[in-house]
DNA sequence: GTATCTGCAAACCATTTGCATAGAT
DNA sequence: ATCTATGCAAATGGTTTGCAGATAC
């Protein structure tokens, strides 16, 4: 679903479907949602294609995230994926979560006066 | 209120009160609460004390943050302070501002199951 | 007097960028 | 054929650390 509005969203704009594109968008379905930082995005890839240098994933990660396909947020110093473009809470228990609650986003954006993307929740 | 706190527990700890360290508590009153980075905080304390460096800056907020007396968290790549030490919400909206709304919070806390600490809004 | 503190300067490390070569269409 | 993409390698920039001299107590 991600996967096929991804490529075609590639396209659409006249840009190459490279082998790395191809698999950089495999592992987002696979592991996007555990919200990996770059380094780990990297690893996964090169279990695919051995030669995927950082700095091709980095330029496609910006790509993505310019044609609204993901979004990237920071999180302990480091660069996350962010799959999940709906409204909705980012938890961190050993590793970050999404939890889903349109009423608490609401209020939320309510209470700020501003439409919320996501939100970061640091615990105790 | 605050800043006496700070320079309670300093001694209570029998560190010592550098006039570095008594200029950054009275910084922190002053433009804490505006959550700025750490380059604006050396900035801040350079007005008044203009051979402050940076490292001494760094180890006093990391002491700070040790002893409870502040919190520190990343933003758009840069480390900022965090005064406020009940749980609340931190927007940007151009610059970050605090909202407060304990109600929210319990709805929050119950949904993902952890004491929230603060919450990051990131607005759309 | 002494254990802590400061500040210079270098290290660290996750990005971010420049550019020559390779590749998709 | 052409324009875009890749990957090496160097630059960037915000921290983070080591240490010799200075200071609060």
Same mark, same amino acid.
């Given at each position: ?9 590639? /396209? ?5 479907? %490279? ?17 990996? +930082?770059? &380094? ?12 995927? $240098? =950082? $700095? %091709?994933?980095? %330029?496609? @990660?910006?790509? =993505? ?6 979004? @990237? =947020? %920071? =999180? ?9 473009? /709906? ?14 609650? +349109?009423?608490?986003? /609401? ?6 006066? &501003? ?10």
């Amino acid at each position: 679903m991600w996967e096929k509005k991804a490529i075609e969203t590639i /396209k659409s704009v006249n840009l190459k479907l %490279t082998p790395q594109r191809l698999i950089l968008i495999e592992v987002l379905c696979e592991i996007g949602i555990k919200h990996p +930082n770059l &380094r780990e995005v990297l690893e996964k890839v090169r279990e695919y294609f051995p030669t995927m $240098s =950082f $700095s %091709t994933l980095y %330029t496609n @990660l910006m790509l =993505f995230k310019g044609l609204g396909l993901i979004d @990237l =947020f %920071t =999180f302990g110093d480091e660069t996350r994926i962010e799959m999940n473009m /709906k409204p909705h809470f980012n938890v961190y228990n050993g590793e970050i979560r999404d939890f889903c609650d +349109n009423e608490i986003i /609401k209020r939320i954006e309510e209470k700020v006066g &501003r439409k919320v993307r996501f939100v970061i929740v640091i615990p105790e």
